[in-house]
């Protein structure tokens, strides 16, 4: 499944980004365990995620999304729910994906809006995901994060209750190398600058009830990557059960103003390896079909 479909509808890179800046910092037995429940985890076939991410600036709301979705990639089978809110707009969605297709449907609307999925064979879709999934370029690019990450390698502390383990990373701005803070301040400084005044129109997005919107300040000066913590609890199999990821960065924009931004995303796994999904019937006639280039470019 295309999971990459699931946050259709508005950017939330910068919670993204926040998750994939700190999931791995270090080397320890805390790191080579949290690595390896991201590694089984990754290989699940089938569960149900639930997500609630936010992003504000100074206290104030930028962007938030909640969403629940099924997955069964031996099935081909998804469906979910993605609530998006900004301080002027609120929507909720029901996703669906089957038949190689991608179903949208807003609550306030009527049609179903597909989006076609690939028109490459099976044996092509492999061989292109064979290529952006080589392992030796994976195990490269893990000991080249693992060498720059090493001033963070203990970082990552175990604890047990019940015979079940909670790994944390808890880093303050003095605690988090300069190589990092360097790293994403170029990062983030690029998403904000990006995102600054993101807009998504229903005259192009259809299944849109209005234009979402999105304001992100533009840092320029001063930034600084103040706080990052993950807390990640494990099932028994030493998959992950749940898992917390907080990130606080700030930095003033061209008028001096200075910017707090925080960024938090829990996310909550179950059903692992059990969920089973049944698609659904759609006449043809309340559906319409969109041009799939839409989505390579999210914003006007």
């Known amino acids: 499944m295309k ?46 995620v639930s997500i609630e991410a936010s992003m504000k600036d100074n206290g104030q709301l930028i962007q938030g999304m909640k969403m629940t979705t099924d997955y069964n990639l031996i099935d081909k089978l998804g469906k979910g729910n993605v609530i998006v809110e900004t301080p002027t707009e609120s929507m909720n969605f029901n996703l ?18 597909v989006v076609q999925g690939s028109e490459l064979t099976e044996a092509e879709q492999r061989e292109k995901f064979e290529s952006h999934h080589n392992p030796e ?26 015979g079940l383990q909670t790994i ?5 701005s003095e605690e988090i190398p300069s190589l990092i803070q360097e790293g994403s301040e170029y990062m983030l400084k690029k998403m904000l600058s990006t995102h600054a005044n993101a807009t998504m129109e229903s005259s192009k997005y259809p299944f849109l009830s209005g234009n979402i919107s999105v304001k992100m300040p ?14 990640t609890n494990l ?5 992950i059960d749940d898992q917390k990821v907080y990130v606080k960065f700030s930095g003033t924009d061209k008028d001096g103003k200075k910017h707090v931004l925080e960024s938090v995303m ?9 969920t089973s999904i049944q698609p659904i019937t759609v006449d043809p006639s309340e559906t319409t079909t969109l041009d799939k280039s839409l989505f390579k470019h999210g914003h006007k």
């Open 266 to 274: 829990n996310m909550d796994y179950s059903n692992i390896n059990n």
């Open 168 to 172: 944390t990373a808890d880093l303050t």
């Open 137 to 162: 370029l994976l195990s490269l690019a893990e000991k080249v994060f693992d060498t720059l990450t090493i001033q963070t390698h203990d970082d990552f502390v175990i604890t047990e209750e019940n």
């Open 235 to 239: 099932t028994a199999d030493k998959l």
């Open 218 to 231: 533009v840092l320029v000066d001063n930034f600084e990557l103040e706080h990052v913590k993950v807390v």
């Open 96 to 113: 669906f994906y089957q038949d190689n297709d991608f179903m949208i449907k807003n609550d306030a609307q009527e049609k179903y809006f």
């Open 3 to 48: 999971k990459k479909y699931w946050i259709t509808g508005i950017s939330l890179s910068a919670l993204i980004l926040a998750g994939t800046t700190i999931s791995a910092f270090a080397s320890n037995d805390g790191y080579d365990l949290f690595k390896e429940a991201m590694k089984n985890s990754h290989k699940v076939k089938n569960a149900s």
